[in-house]
């Protein structure tokens, strides 16, 4: 009998079993994964950073949350999956080079902040500021606020040198939710302010500072598939709520996605996804992605041909009953025609009496 525990997390109790044993039900299944991953969004869990030592979560052997988040920074990271991040949801192509800009910035308490990721594009000054959140996070204006301002006051030339023409640097925030609860988020700074009407003399100085939100809750699995970054095929594999589902995703993502995006879904599936996949199913997806996987296109193409001569074959056989049946129906309305007995027809046709008799009147 294989070793079974119950474990609660914030009063949610996560069951998991024996690997060695492929024969026992999987306890711990995907939408328990789910359950713990909303307990801890509603209170709030803030992922560390990487630069903090990592300890894993008490309800199994790694962190959900961390690699779960890890995941889309890598991704967001990467130049090339964030240029398709860009077409696929805001359907615009970069027509200048971007750069990583890696700073940090120095806050009044003397202590680092960091933003998710910052691009800049190269020899203008223009800046892309991503900010990834897998849970509500009412404190998110500020903390824009924060990097926007410390990104003009980084970039910003001596106040000797400025000149009329210079210009401030523009810097564009972008939201990216993954988070498995719903979140209505405005995506203005100035709908979070403090509310105030003066006259028309005296203005209320509000900002505008305006967010691109992307809210994974927008937008439907077959949508995300039909993209073409590895953040949105991530992004529909978060959709699923069962197991099942998840592995038909799984496959799904794997017949369209690039052969350097496959890495990135061979990390997901292997660092995020093990604990929760039932070992078997497990196994047959990471053929996949080793050795085995031209042996098992050879065996796929030769299922596809069989399948393929057996519907031929079906075919064929169909056409020859259909004109069969064709051919004795002809025969019993010529014989109709010249007047002979319905049981003689029926004895020539095979035809019943009650076939005939509906073949005449129609």
Same mark, same amino acid.
Request: charged residues 25%; positive net charge.
């Given at each position: ?201 005296? #203005?209320?100085?509000?900002?505008? &500072?305006?967010?691109? @939100?992307? =809210? ?5 699995? /077959? +949508? %995300? ?53 039932? #070992?078997?199913?497990?196994?047959? &997806?990471?053929?996949? @992605?080793? =050795? ?5 296109? /050879? +065996? %796929? ?62």
């Amino acid at each position: 009998m294989s070793l079974k525990k119950t474990i609660f997390v914030d009063n949610v109790s996560i069951f998991y079993y024996n690997q060695e044993r492929s024969d026992v039900m999987v306890l711990f299944t995907y939408t328990d994964y789910l359950r713990c991953k909303k307990a801890l969004e509603q209170q709030a869990f803030v992922v560390q950073e990487e630069s903090t030592p990592y300890t894993p979560m008490p309800y199994c052997s790694f962190s959900v949350y961390h690699r779960h988040d890890k995941l889309y920074r890598d991704l967001l990271n990467n130049k090339k999956e964030f240029t398709l991040f860009l077409q696929d949801f805001f359907c615009y192509s970069l027509s200048s080079t971007i750069v990583k800009y890696n700073r940090n910035f120095i806050t009044k308490d003397y202590s680092n902040t960091i933003s998710d990721i910052i691009f800049k594009l190269k020899d203008i000054p223009v800046y892309l500021l991503v900010e990834h959140q897998s849970y509500p996070d009412h404190s998110l204006p500020y903390r824009i606020y924060r990097y926007y301002s410390s990104i003009l006051e980084d970039s910003k030339p001596s106040e000797k040198s400025l000149t009329k023409a210079d210009k401030i640097p523009l810097v564009t925030p972008i939201i990216l939710y993954t988070g498995s609860s719903s979140w209505s988020f405005t995506p203005n700074i100035q709908d979070h302010q403090f509310k105030l009407t003066y006259n028309n003399r005296l #203005k209320n100085g509000k900002l505008s &500072l305006s967010y691109n @939100f992307i =809210n994974i809750h927008d937008f439907s699995k /077959e +949508e %995300l598939l039909k993209m073409h970054s590895m953040i949105a095929f991530a992004m529909a594999i978060d959709k699923c709520e069962q197991v099942p589902e998840l592995i038909d995703t799984i496959y799904d993502v794997y017949y369209v996605c690039s052969n350097e995006q496959k890495e990135y879904l061979h990390r997901m599936l292997t660092y995020l996804l093990k604990p929760i996949i039932p #070992k078997k199913l497990y196994e047959n &997806l990471l053929k996949k @992605f080793n =050795n085995e996987e031209e042996t098992y296109m /050879e +065996e %796929l193409i030769e299922r596809m041909k069989r399948d393929l001569e057996l519907r031929r074959i079906a075919a064929t056989k169909e056409g020859r009953q259909k004109g069969r049946q064709e051919g004795i129906m002809k025969t019993a309305i010529n014989m109709l025609k010249r007047n002979m007995p319905l049981e003689d027809i029926s004895d020539i046709t095979g035809l019943s009496i009650e076939e005939l008799r509906k073949l005449k009147t129609a």
